[in-house]
């Protein structure tokens, strides 16, 4: 009776796992054009930006993130019209750190405790440091990565969201 009980009680911990399919609108799997229909904003990039192994061929540079202005950026698959990924960044000076704290609260209260965190500081060649801070949610279907990168000249906060294989056991 013991066993069955705690069998229940970890399918329904399970059940209840939040997942993200996509970021906002926008799902794994639209089109560029379907994508270009949830969001009035989106514009094509044109030529397409290469990042990490992907193209980022639409982008929206009045998009909000909480209380922030934010910029989307909508990446696809070098060879296909399949949208795997998000990456969604506050650059204004004065919020990078309370808009860090503060997407990390609303993710952590929506996704629950961060898979991982971790902090770098690495010095340049040119001697200034870089430090970042990153925190990783993974889900069911996606990862949510928050990170802020920082530097003497130049910061950014950016919350990825891309698509991953289904994992059974989260």
């Known amino acids: 009776?013991?066993?069955?009980?705690?069998?229940?009680?970890?399918v329904a911990a399970l059940a209840q796992t939040p997942d993200a399919t996509g970021w906002s609108a926008a799902k794994w799997g639209m089109t560029?054009?379907?994508?270009?229909?949830a969001f009035p904003t989106v514009?094509?990039?044109?030529?397409?930006?290469?990042?990490?192994g992907q193209f980022i061929r639409l982008e929206a540079p009045a998009m909000q993130l909480g209380n922030y202005q934010a910029t989307a950026k909508f990446k696809f698959p070098t060879d296909q019209d399949r949208l795997t990924a998000v990456n969604v960044s506050v650059s204004q000076d004065a919020a990078r750190p309370s808009?860090?704290?503060?997407l990390k609260d609303?993710?952590?209260?929506?996704?629950?405790?961060?898979?991982?965190?971790?902090?770098?500081?690495?010095?340049?060649a040119f001697g200034s440091t870089i430090e970042t801070?990153?925190?990783?949610w993974r889900l069911k279907s996606s990862m949510v990565t928050l990170e802020w990168i920082e530097s003497k000249s130049f910061g950014i906060v950016t919350?990825?969201?891309?698509?991953?294989?289904?994992?059974?056991t989260l």
């Open 159 to 168: 919350v990825r969201y891309a698509e991953r294989k289904p994992d059974p």
């Open 106 to 124: 609303g993710l952590t209260a929506k996704y629950g405790k961060p898979t991982s965190s971790d902090t770098v500081s690495e010095r340049t």
């Open 1 to 10: 009776m013991k066993f069955t009980l705690l069998l229940a009680a970890a």
């Open 99 to 102: 808009a860090f704290d503060a």
């Open 133 to 136: 801070r990153s925190i990783v």
């Open 32 to 37: 560029a054009a379907e994508v270009q229909a």
């Open 43 to 52: 514009r094509p990039v044109n030529p397409p930006e290469k990042d990490l």
